[in-house]
């Protein structure tokens, strides 16, 4: 049973970075590709970015390209969503998902296990 918990979250203005952190256990996290999704208010879960089982392999949403980097550390069972130059239209609860495979996937239904979310609130 893998169990993932994000944190990072915050309120900031735009232009501003943030990181998100997602812890794991319950699993073997460096078996799992992983992603992040994130939902606005009154809006669909979207897919963000997502990262293979080593680190190796990356892709993202083409709306963050360039400025949000998808990194984990698989000696701490976490990954991390790097983001800069945020921008109002990121607002959103962003969640960590799992997949049980060693290959990236941005498909939401390809990911067995999510956390709880994580706020964040772009300012303009």
């Known amino acids: 049973q893998v169990q993932l918990v994000e944190s990072g979250g915050g309120l900031v203005q735009a232009g501003d970075s943030l990181r998100l952190s997602c812890a794991a256990s319950?699993?073997?996290?460096?078996?799992?590709?992983m992603g992040w999704f994130r939902q606005a208010p009154g809006k669909e879960r979207e897919f963000v970015a997502t990262i293979n089982w080593s680190g190796a392999s990356t892709y993202y949403r083409d709306s963050v390209k360039g400025r949000f980097t998808i990194s984990r550390d698989n000696g701490l069972n976490t990954v991390y969503l790097r983001m800069n130059s945020l921008k109002p239209e990121d607002t959103a609860v962003y969640y960590c998902?799992?997949?049980?495979?060693?290959?990236?996937?941005?498909?939401?239904?390809?990911?067995?296990?999510w956390g709880q979310g994580t706020q964040v609130t772009v300012s303009p």
């Open positions: 319950g699993g073997t996290f460096s078996n799992y590709a």
């Open positions: 998902a799992a997949r049980p495979k060693a290959t990236y996937s941005a498909s939401e239904d390809q990911y067995d296990y």
